[in-house]
């Protein structure tokens, strides 16, 4: 049964539509992430399942159960906001077993699950404080914990690693995605950052302009982007686009990159062949092009200008042109080619991807 | 405190000596200006009559009468009733601490409601209570005479009550609906998750972060209605007047033969409530109208 549905919903402020149709399926125990650039509709969608706001049409079930006309409050979920909203007035105490309170669980009950929920995320030291007491990271494990003791049939995450400094954010990320594992729950996790996305999910909605651009698990969306904007979207850099031409090759196809004396041919892998004779546009993602020896046996090797080269310590960005068009390069950290100087790459044809010029959809 | 501590107040320091002199003469004149009146009433108030009638209006009291006060408050008469101001200052409690008092949660209710319930039309119906706000006094006479006569009020302290009540809550919504537009949605979504409902989330999380304005509405409506008069004068008589009708009784009770000493002893005694509200909560008000909800 799946956990949560969503059918065609749409939603409209105005005249502008902000959701256009979305339905998803989310599985029992499922961490889906939806990802997007801001004013995707992706909150939106996530307030509209939390029942915080009503769609304009399409239905909303959770549980096998349609909640269109069910407060938030009887939908069974508890959400995590980027804000924290923590109840200022209110101890962390006070503020987890609110929820049992307005539901009048009995009291024994709610220091049972108090207990349990601060044993999990070692808050205990801090039941007694106002939220104003709090580090960023406390307050997002309190409002963690107020979501946890309801245990809920659905957690809703309104980004809620936004606001914490890096370091912070990297270990509440593993922290949540551990809490995932441990306890099972389905989880639906609103983020613009594909970081996040990648290393949470064991699926990704990717969003734009108020559609579902893809729903995949994360190394569908990564290495098989359904279209260019989840191509460009995600992966940082972000995956190298080439207007190609696809042609019959003596053993294949190839692709050719550029014109006059700067055009490249690259071998394709035989499932490009279908597509021979077309103009498309060629993915190819920044590690996928490498120093000369990284691809041993199947890397293609090419000479190709440097415009400029970016040690970040664990690995060297390089700034290319194939073909006249720019490119960028995850290298060895060690190789720091120069400005100006031309030097040897091998290109991991096996993971390109092709896609319509027009409409951006995945061709191969 | 001196001009000198005063970037502390966020004016800037003023550096010529000149300029800051003349400041100063011009600070203290106008403050002279406004405690002249203050200051006569307060010399003629320890006057007794005949001294005042035999000197001047002005002047330093030779000998302390004390007992102007206590005859303003328990025995001066007041239209042919010589109780002093003490009933008249009662009645004047009876209507301004539950006026206030009312105006006050309703217009945190309505505030609140505004704010942060978002319900079609808020804006609408905002717009509509604070035209209140606008709204001469004198226009509202008439309806209210209508109204009062039609529920069976005309001439009673409760009718006061409501007048102050209802206009009261232009102010109060309009002070709490701007307060309360700081605190997060996300606080009132996150109680909606857990269960709360409108009043709950009100008495929870809204009231406790409320103080502040709390208090600026609630001294900004105890002096006002306090103070008013022209209700108290149109809709009530005799025993039923507010301090403020009263001492304009008084004044006619004495044409013949002036009572200034006395008059002025009602006067100061008439002004006591809101005089100490302002002393007690005068900088409360100044931090509350600058502070939003949740730091």
């Keep these: 049964m799946a956990a949560l549905a969503i059918r065609d919903v749409r939603k409209r402020f105005g005249t502008t539509e902000v959701l256009k149709g979305v339905g998803l399926e989310i599985e029992n125990g499922e961490f889906t992430v939806i990802v997007g650039p801001s ?17 304009t049409s399409g239905t909303v079930e959770i549980g096998g159960r349609i909640v269109n006309d069910v407060a938030p409050k009887d939908r069974d979920i508890a959400m995590v906001f980027q804000s924290y909203a923590l ?29 349990r929920v601060a044993r999990l995320l070692q808050i205990e030291p801090l039941l007694d404080r106002k939220p104003a007491q709090l580090s960023g990271g406390q307050r997002q494990r309190v409002a963690m914990g107020r979501a946890l003791v309801r245990d ?41 950052d594909q970081i996040e996305a990648m290393t949470m999910a ?163 | 405190m001196g001009l000198g501590s005063s970037t502390a107040n966020g004016v800037p320091p003023v550096r ?77 409690a009876l209507v301004t601490v539950p006026a206030t008092i009312l105006s006050t949660l309703l217009g945190a209710v309505a505030g609140y409601a505004i704010s942060l319930w978002r319900f079609p039309g808020h804006a609408w119906i905002f717009g509509l209570v604070t035209l209140g706000v606008f709204l001469p006094e004198q226009m509202r006479l008439i309806p209210w005479t209508i109204v009062l006569r039609d529920v069976g009020l005309t001439n009673t302290l409760t009718g006061l009550v409501l007048i102050h009540t209802i206009q009261g809550l232009s102010f109060t919504t309009l ?62 008589t005799g025993t039923q007047q507010p301090i403020t009708a009263a001492l304009i009784a008084l004044t006619a009770a004495v044409a013949d033969a002036p009572q200034y000493g006395v008059q002025s002893a009602a006067v100061v005694l008439a002004a006591l409530p809101t005089l100490l509200v302002y002393l007690f909560g005068g900088r409360y008000f100044v931090r509350g109208l600058t502070a939003g909800a949740v730091k």
């Design chain 1, 39 to 55: 004013g995707c509709g992706k909150s939106t969608l996530l307030n509209i399942i939390a029942g915080l706001e009503k769609p």
């Design chain 1, 87 to 115: 109840y200022p007035s209110m101890t962390v105490r006070q503020n987890i077993v609110f929820g049992m309170e307005c539901r009048n669980v009995p009291k024994p009950q709610r220091a049972e699950a108090l207990a």
């Design chain 1, 152 to 192: 809920p049939l659905l957690f809703l995450f309104d980004e809620p690693l936004s606001n914490l400094d890096a370091k912070l954010r990297v270990e509440m990320r593993m922290e949540i995605k551990q809490l995932h594992q441990r306890i099972g729950s389905t989880m639906v996790y609103v983020t613009h």
């Design chain 1, 202 to 364: 064991t699926r990704i909605a990717v969003m734009h302009q108020g559609e579902v651009q893809q729903f995949a698990d994360p190394d569908t969306v990564y290495n098989r982007p359904a279209n260019l904007f989840v191509a460009g979207f995600m992966g940082a850099p972000p995956m190298n686009i080439f207007p190609a031409r696809v042609e019959a090759a003596p053993n294949g196809v190839q692709a050719i990159i550029g014109q006059g004396e700067d055009a490249v041919a690259l071998a394709l892998p035989d499932a490009c062949a279908p597509h021979t004779g077309r103009t498309v546009m060629l993915g190819l993602r920044p590690e996928c092009i490498a120093e000369e020896h990284r691809h041993a046996g199947h890397g293609l090797v090419l000479e190709a200008p440097v415009e400029m080269s970016e040690p970040t310590g664990a690995e060297t960005i390089v700034v290319l042109r194939i073909g006249g068009e720019r490119a960028l390069a995850r290298v060895a950290p060690d190789m720091r080619p120069g400005t100006g100087s031309r030097a040897r790459f091998s290109l991991d044809m096996r993971r390109v991807c092709l896609f319509n010029p027009g409409t951006g959809m995945l061709l191969a």
């Design chain 2, 16 to 92: 010529n000596a000149p300029a800051r002199l003349l400041l100063h003469a011009i600070a203290m004149l106008l403050a002279a200006a406004y405690l002249v009146p203050l200051v006569v009433v307060l010399l003629n108030s320890v006057r007794s009559a005949e001294e005042i009638a035999q000197t001047s209006m002005i002047g330093w009291p030779l000998a302390w009468a004390w007992g102007n006060y206590a005859r303003a408050w328990s025995d001066f008469c007041i239209a042919q009733t010589c109780t002093g101001i003490q009933p008249y200052m009662m009645n004047s």
């Design chain 2, 175 to 236: 002070f709490c609906r701007n307060y309360y537009l700081s605190i997060p949605q996300d606080l009132i979504k996150a109680a909606k998750i857990d269960g709360a409902g409108f009043f709950r989330i009100f008495a929870r999380i809204v009231l406790p972060l409320s103080p502040p304005i709390l208090i600026v509405s609630t001294i900004w409506q105890f002096t006002g209605i306090w103070n008013e008069f022209l209700y108290g004068v149109t809709f009530t």
